[in-house]
Each structure stands twice: as structure tokens, then as C-alpha cells.
């Protein structure tokens, strides 16, 4: 089955440790991204990438780190977290050549505390 | 850049009746604009596209948006709608030429049996 999953589904962890949010997908896509839904704010984009070991900074990047070592993988790292990166995170991949469909992971609800 | 405003966070309708989703964009560019839909715990779903052509696009679920390039709009409509129509519904814009989407802060559409 065509998908993109993202483990762990949730999290809670304390502020400054360490984490790692995995997405990964099995339909060959070149495009990823990361974004995080917060009420009232809507989806705000964290970090895309165009292909292997292409990244680039999407609006709100800050605290936050990608890597694109392989196709399928594109993971969401946070280095330190803080209660202010309490969030529900997705992460999305598009086709070649049709990176305006999106396909949605189910998203990852953490909570920094 | 480009933005995104979805006019009512939160929309009641009665089953079988019409409805409509409201959306304007801001940009100085050419745009692409897009409608997902995400349900309860569950990932983002593209409903429809707007990409060139025909300003009235239709989607899945019976949906269709319409276009409007003077007004900036891009409303989201249904003639009758379902109970499984309850969710929550994304306005989201890119440019032509770009590689990120900016997405509206949703309206919570309830389907009132």
C-alpha cells in the first residue's frame, strides 16, 4: 500500500532531550517536507526537500534540523527540544514532476514538557 | 511570499444542504491554490487543484471550488453535504514557480443531522 509513515505517533519528552520524529515513504518520491499544525495557526512548513540531499528552510525552521540521505527518508530532528516545539507534526511527499499533490503522513502528536 | 485566509474557523450546516468554504489568497505572483480536507486523526487529503484552465475545478467527494483571480478567492462549495463530510477543511496556496505551500488556518465544517 502506497504510504507515508511517520513513527512515533506520540511523544512526550522532557525539555532538552533529544529526538528524532522518522517519516518515510514507499512511493518513490522525490519531494518531502515537514510541517506543524497548531490551533488557530493552521499548517506552517517546517523544512522541504526537492530530492536526496537537497534541503531548504520552509517558514518556521528554527529548532529544528532535516536530512536527506536516501529517497525514501526524510527525518525530523530536534536537537533541544522546548515546550514551545509541543505540536502535531506531518510530514508529506510529493511525486516526480507533481509536487502539488501532497500525500500526508498521520502525523506525529508530541508534547515537550 | 504568499498567504492565505480562510474567513470562518468554524462552519454548522444541516445535512443536504449547501455549502460553502470560504478562501482568499495574497500573492504577488501566479498561484496555484489547493483545498485538503483532514479528518478526525488523520492526515491531510487533497480535495481539488487549481493549477491553469478552467477556474471551476472539481474534487472528490462531490466538491468544487471556483477560481476567482479580481476577487482572489478561492470558495470551496458542495450542494449537499454529508455527515461524513464533518472535518476540518485547508485553504492552500503556492507559487508557479515555487516549492512550498502556505496553508489557511482550516474551518471546522459540521455536518448537523
Known amino acids: 500500500e502506497a504510504q507515508v509513515t511517520q513513527n512515533p505517533r506520540y511523544l512526550i519528552t522532557v525539555t532538552g532531550k533529544k529526538l528524532t520524529v522518522t517519516c518515510s515513504q514507499n512511493m518513490n518520491h522525490e519531494y518531502m517536507s515537514w510541517y506543524r499544525q497548531d490551533p488557530g495557526l493552521g499548517l506552517r512548513q517546517i523544512y522541504y526537500s526537492m530530492n536526496v540531499e537537497v534541503t531548504d528552510k520552509g517558514d518556521v525552521p528554527e529548532g529544528y534540523k532535516v536530512s536527506r540521505k536516501e529517497k525514501r527518508n526524510f527525518p525530523l530532528i530536534l536537537e533541544s527540544p522546548s515546550p514551545n516545539q509541543t505540536s502535531l507534526y506531518f510530514c508529506?511527499?510529493?511525486?516526480?514532476?507533481?509536487?502539488?499533490?501532497?500525500?500526508f503522513g498521520q502525523g506525529t502528536r508530541l508534547t515537550v514538557v | 511570499a504568499q498567504s492565505v485566509t480562510q474567513l470562518d474557523s468554524q462552519v454548522p450546516v444541516f445535512e443536504e444542504a449547501p455549502v460553502e468554504l470560504r478562501c482568499n489568497y495574497s500573492s504577488s505572483v501566479s498561484v496555484y491554490l489547493f483545498w485538503y480536507v483532514q479528518y478526525p486523526n488523520q492526515g491531510l487529503q487533497l480535495l481539488l487543484k487549481?493549477?491553469?484552465?478552467?477556474?471551476l475545478v472539481k474534487g472528490i467527494n462531490g466538491f468544487e471550488a471556483e477560481f476567482n483571480k479580481s476577487q482572489t478567492s478561492f470558495h470551496l462549495r458542495k450542494p449537499s453535504v454529508h455527515i461524513s463530510d464533518t472535518a476540518e477543511y485547508f485553504c492552500a496556496v503556492s507559487g508557479v514557480t515555487g516549492n512550498q505551500f502556505y496553508f489557511g488556518t482550516g474551518t471546522s465544517l459540521t455536518v448537523i443531522p
Open positions: 508529506a511527499s510529493s511525486p516526480p514532476g507533481r509536487w502539488t499533490e501532497a500525500f
Open positions: 487549481y493549477l491553469s484552465g478552467s477556474t
